[in-house]
């Protein structure tokens, strides 16, 4: 490996993960404090501003978008400047190509995991309007179970010119793309298809062969829209199989998209929110512990009160993982994303049934609000509970008696987040309620998103948010 660059301040573990024209991948440990990265080591010094323009751009790109999603994997920091460059990104175990050249492929339960972790990195490629373009077994790397999607060297924005259409690792590479067609997220979806197809193999049961063989069709018109509706079909066929796909990981913070010539991570401080009134860019208003929302809908003022608002059919995911929006003042604003940018929901496995007073012990109600009115009837409610001690809220999303959806199977979509910017969510298609989603919180501050679908597939209520008890 004596004609391999690689950058001072770092030692190699073990020899290179990959190896391309323009860098080789290393797992490297900083010789300063012995912390171990993923180290991609451009293979020469940058030519000019053109190449250095370049590489900002791919830094930035991954920053911006691993920020979203715990399904891509972490950039930390960068130098362009150094000879050779590098960008250190967060190690996550072994390339999926190892992994089936090692050990095989995996049972069936544990494919589909790894397969909707990998969808659910690249709908936040593509809710960025971005395209990945290099989906591939070497580009998708597991650990303890769980998939993330890495190297975004060859992302583009959606409908971008690029001089060479057909990147990427040939056999995952669409068809049209030979034939000259723009890369967009349909290409992405053929090149996840066959990843997918790698991982699963060929005797599969028939709603999930059918779900692969649409993705993976020569006419792209065939496969789903984007990466989210890919997903979404694959956790429809994983619920249908009885496997119980976990909560999305959450994604890291963001760190700043080059460090300069420090060695040093950067750290991007979280952003100020103003409380006590209304701020720009919200949709928030907190009012003396009742709540107003606006956004999405026709909505109005809660009341103190409440029900227990127990419902057949509710799903949870309590207790999974939580996202992080940062410290502060809860802001469910900024949790990631229950509608797709296309207008699609995203949505999460349904988890197991349950109500506020059971998935927090003795927890009671504290408020509820409406969310949204059609034709003067209440379409849904967030209802809230506190335990007793204060310390949590718990929150469904309810269809009330009376409203036109109740008993319809439509999507709901639920995120609540309280202390520390810690949120949970629930986003699928349910008949009655979603929810209970648990947050911790202080003197019960906390604020929520919702949307809910109808039964025509429009949106009656879309990222409406709200909060209760804020300072």
């Not at 494919?111 to 969808?119: A, E, P, S, Y």
């Not at 060929?202 to 018109?221: F, W």
């Not at 079909?233 to 994983?238: E, K």
């Not at 059919?313 to 809860?330: N, Y």
């Amino acid at each position: 490996m004596a004609d391999l660059p690689f950058p001072d301040g770092f030692e190699p573990v073990g020899s290179p993960l990959g190896v391309g024209s323009t860098a080789v991948v290393w797992l490297a440990r900083r010789t300063v404090d012995g912390r171990v990265t993923a180290l991609k080591v451009w293979r020469r010094p940058l030519a000019g501003a053109r190449d250095r323009e370049r590489f900002v751009r791919e830094v930035r790109r991954h920053a911006d978008l691993a920020a979203t999603s715990g399904h891509l994997v972490s950039y930390t920091w960068a130098e362009p400047d150094a000879d050779p460059p590098w960008i250190a990104v967060e190690p996550h175990g072994r390339a999926l190509a190892d992994v089936l050249a090692d050990d095989g492929r995996p049972a069936l339960a544990e494919g589909l995991v790894w397969g909707h972790d990998l969808l659910l990195g690249l709908a936040a490629v593509h809710r960025a309007g971005a395209v990945h373009r290099d989906v591939g077994v070497g580009n998708v790397l597991v650990h303890e179970g769980r998939a993330k999607l890495c190297d975004l060297g060859l992302s583009t924005v959606q409908g971008a010119a690029t001089e060479d259409r057909a990147a990427g690792t040939p056999r995952y590479v669409a068809p049209e793309l030979s034939r000259g067609a723009s890369p967009d997220a349909r290409t992405d979806v053929y090149s996840a298809a066959v990843v997918l197809r790698d991982v699963l193999g060929e005797d599969l049961p028939a709603g999930l062969e059918q779900t692969l063989t649409a993705a993976a069709s020569v006419r792209s018109e065939d496969r789903p829209a984007d990466a989210a509706a890919f997903a979404q079909r694959l956790a429809r066929d994983a619920e249908e199989l009885g496997v119980a796909l976990p909560p999305p990981l959450p994604p890291g913070p963001r760190a700043e998209p080059v460090a300069g010539t420090s060695g040093r991570p950067a750290r991007r401080p979280a952003r100020a929110l103003l409380v006590g009134g209304l701020v720009s860019g919200l949709l928030a208003v907190v009012v003396a512990g009742a709540v107003v929302l606006t956004g999405g809908g026709v909505l109005g003022r809660g009341s103190a009160g409440g029900s227990a608002g127990g419902s057949a059919g509710p799903r949870a995911v309590a207790g999974g993982t939580p996202s992080v929006t940062g410290a502060g003042t809860p802001d469910a604003a900024t949790a990631r994303a229950d509608v797709a940018a296309d207008g699609s929901p995203v949505v999460l496995p349904p988890a197991t049934p349950g109500r506020c007073d059971q998935a927090v012990t003795d927890a009671a109600p504290v408020a509820r609000s409406e969310v949204a009115r059609a034709d003067g009837v209440v379409v849904g409610e967030v209802r809230l509970f506190q335990a007793p001690d204060g310390g949590e809220v718990c929150a469904k999303l309810v269809k009330p008696e009376g409203s036109p959806l109740r008993g319809q199977e439509t999507h709901l979509a639920l995120t609540l987040c309280g202390q520390g910017g810690t949120c949970d969510h629930d986003w699928h298609a349910y008949r009655i309620d979603a929810g209970p989603v648990v947050v911790p919180a202080v003197d019960g501050c906390v604020s929520w998103r919702v949307s809910v679908l109808d039964a025509a597939g429009q949106w009656s209520v879309r990222d409406a948010t709200g909060a209760w008890s804020c300072p």
